[in-house]
């Protein structure tokens, strides 16, 4: 990022998404994060190949269960898709901006399906539940 930092700050458009915030940082539904910082699954192993550290960089560039997205993002990226030629794409057009948000919503909302069918068939006490969202009633209906 350090070397587009000016350029990223200085855009006009271009909206961070939840997920494409992810799929930038690494925080999200990748074995890496969820073992070794979020402490909910108990390797780093990805959940959709035989890979033994799933990462951000393992599913934008290398995972096999995501080739139908990658070859989407590479009709208009370009062939290379590490991060920084995806960040210096973002930045030149906001087709490429739209290009590589469309590749991090349909990839992590994927993912996070599949944690969730994890989470419910997993009898692992150490896996927590996410957090699920309270219903907040209006004042005339009983809690």
């Not at 033994?52 to 989407?72: G, I, K, M, S, Y």
């Not at 290009?99 to 419910?120: G, I, P």
């Not at 699920?132 to 004042?139: A, D, I, N, S, Y």
Request: charged share 30%.
């Amino acid at each position: 990022m350090r070397p587009v930092l000016r350029e990223w700050a200085d855009r006009e458009g271009g909206a961070l998404t939840y997920r494409l915030t992810q799929v930038l940082t690494g925080h999200g539904c990748f074995g890496r994060y969820l073992c070794d910082i979020a402490r909910r699954e108990q390797t780093t192993a990805c959940h959709h190949c035989d890979d033994e550290r799933d990462t951000a960089q393992h599913t934008l560039l290398a995972c096999p269960a995501w080739t139908e997205q990658r070859a989407a993002l590479q009709a208009t990226v370009g062939d290379d898709i590490s991060l920084p030629v995806i960040v210096r794409a973002m930045l030149s057009s906001e087709n490429s901006w739209r290009a590589v948000a469309t590749f991090a919503e349909e990839l992590m909302s994927a993912k996070e399906e599949s944690e969730r069918r994890r989470e419910a068939e997993s009898l692992d006490p150490r896996r927590r539940p996410r957090r699920r969202q309270r219903v907040r009633h209006g004042p005339d209906v009983p809690t």
